[in-house]
């Protein structure tokens, strides 16, 4: 991190980046973080990406955007907004996101879009709640919510136990928030095999991926670099197990996360099987 604090992506990068990729099919531009709505030229990028016909999203933690003149700045420009939402209340979403608030903004911020995205990242100490936060998340509008496990990086590995939901945990937790939501709203869960997720395993972000570029900071001996990384697959940090050669799932699912695998082994993960075993799975 310390290698890219003083790195910002300039005007430049981004016209670099669009006239590389514009060329090879990319239609759409999400800004994400960190948190992009810092960035003081991000009004300026969005009007540029409009001007070129591409469709645009943001993710953000909404803190900027709860601001009334901020957000009618900003809202015509997207297409798309995907704000977190952590708890139901501040003392769960402020404890994760270490920021006293932080709920209170992006609640506002929710209000202030029109059929919002909302982004849900789960720790051992959130799952208890999640069913109400999702359940918060329809009555604030969500378009559709997405719930990411976290796979912890950097200085997150000391403190992996605490950061990352045994996907033992998962199965339970996804059936109840779809017992909750029903068809209401449609709910992805992001980073977690079909497996992990029972009865709702047609639910993984998985089986719904879009092959997409991801152009971020990385580090090279010359010094940190803008990289784009090409993600056909939703396979980036994760790998297949021993049980998935024999699951009929494994051409759709893109496995556990392979740091969680060698730190707990593989043994919560099952190849699809009994009466589910001849189900397809559905078609991304
Ligand atoms: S066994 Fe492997 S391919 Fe099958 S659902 Fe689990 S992780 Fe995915």
Redesign the pocket.
């Known amino acids: 991190m310390r290698t890219f604090r003083r790195r910002r992506v300039t005007m430049a990068h981004v016209e670099a980046t669009l006239k590389h990729w514009m060329p090879r099919g990319v239609r759409a531009v999400h800004f994400t973080g960190g948190e992009p709505t810092l960035h003081p030229d991000l009004l300026a990028v969005l009007q540029r990406c409009a001007a070129l016909g591409l469709r645009t999203g943001l993710g953000t933690n909404g803190w900027r955007l709860s601001e009334p003149a901020y957000a009618a700045r900003i809202a015509p420009l997207l297409d798309e907004v995907i704000v977190s939402l952590h708890g139901p209340n501040a003392e769960v979403h402020d404890a994760l996101t270490l920021r006293p608030g932080s709920f209170d903004r992006a609640v506002r911020a929710l209000r202030h879009v029109s059929r919002p995205g909302v982004n849900v990242v789960v720790t051992p100490a959130s799952l208890p709640t999640l069913v109400d936060t999702v359940r918060f998340a329809v009555t604030l509008g969500a378009a559709f919510i997405l719930i990411s496990a976290v796979s912890p990086e950097g200085a997150g590995n000391d403190a992996y136990d605490t950061l990352a939901v045994p996907l033992s945990a998962w199965p339970a937790a996804a059936e109840a928030v779809v017992r909750a939501v029903g068809d209401e709203v449609p709910v992805r869960f992001f980073g977690l ?4 997720l029972g009865a709702a ?1 047609a639910r ?1 972000n ?1 089986l719904y991926w879009s092959p997409r570029v991801t152009v971020e900071w990385a580090a090279r001996p010359t010094g940190a670099r803008l990289t784009s990384v090409v993600s056909m697959k939703p396979d980036r940090g994760r790998a ?2 021993a ?14 996360f392979v740091r969680y695998v060698e730190r707990y082994g ?1 043994t919560e ?4 099987g009994g009466s589910d075993r001849g189900t397809t799975p559905p078609q991304p």
């Not at 095999?193 to 992990?196: E, N, R, S, T």
């Open positions: 095999p079909a497996c992990a395993r993984s998985d297949p197990v049980a998935c050669a024999d699951c009929p799932w494994a051409k759709a699912c893109a496995g556990p593989d993960l099952c190849a699809i």
